[in-house]
T-cell receptor, first 116, second 114 residues
């Protein structure tokens, strides 16, 4: 099956720093990737839709200047949390949509961000 | 806008018991329906999906789900659970056309006692 990787799996940073999270589709091309956020014991909430070669589409309430998304190639999307604060601590999960008419998403293992 | 409701937040069963987890969705158009499982410390895995055709869908590990259009429901079932089924289960939907991002339910934590 299709595999999606995320790096890093865990990151701890100081308040005010920026953190970059990578999402890669390893064995397929994905023109569309999604970034979700999962708070403890809660469901996944969509943050943004990342489209290769164009600007990301952000969900209402998600600050685009704080959560920078870049989808520079068909296999890589990055999420940068700028000037991170403790309230940004969460589990960030990406998914990649299999191109070619399929409507199935494959999820990465997630990145646990802890901001001190 | 789409929404998904999972009514069971935490379910505790003994091994060999039967399982049914409820999922109801709200959306005006045609949807695709999914059940995902998240084992402790692992990433989301697809259990099964419904796009069209037979409303009774069989997935991996003995799970199945039935799409009942009139009830906007897509309940997950398994006749006999195992300890290894202990996990978080999420129902999700997306639109057949247009928005492809998934809308997730709040999840159901299943605990199977040996």
């Amino acid at each position: 099956g299709a595999v999606v990787s995320q790096h890093p799996s865990r990151v701890i940073c100081k308040s005010g720093t920026s953190v970059k999270i990578e999402c890669r589709s390893l064995d397929f091309q994905a023109t569309t990737m999604f970034w979700y956020r999962q708070f403890p014991k809660q469901s996944l909430m969509l943050m943004a839709t990342s489209n290769e070669g164009s600007k990301a589409t952000y969900e209402q309430g998600v600050e685009k200047d704080k959560f920078l998304i870049n989808h520079a190639s068909l296999t890589l999307s990055t999420l940068t949390v700028t000037s991170a604060h403790p309230e940004d601590s969460s589990f960030y999960i990406c998914s990649a949509l299999l191109s070619g008419g399929y409507n199935e998403q494959f999820f990465g293992p997630g990145t646990r961000l802890t901001v001190l | 806008a789409q929404s998904v409701s999972q009514h069971n937040h935490h379910v505790i069963l003994s091994e060999a018991a039967s399982l049914e987890l409820g999922c109801n969705y709200s959306y005006g158009g045609t949807v695709n329906l999914f059940w995902y499982v998240q084992y402790p410390g692992q990433h989301l895995q697809l259990l099964l999906k419904y796009f069209s055709g037979d409303p009774l869908v069989k997935g991996i590990k003995g799970f199945e789900a039935e799409f009942i259009k009139s009830k906007f429901s897509f309940n997950l079932r398994k006749p006999s659970v195992q300890w290894s089924d202990t996990a978080e289960y999420f129902c999700a939907v997306n639109a057949l056309r247009g928005r492809r991002a998934l809308t997730f339910g709040s999840g159901t934590r299943l605990q199977v006692q040996p």
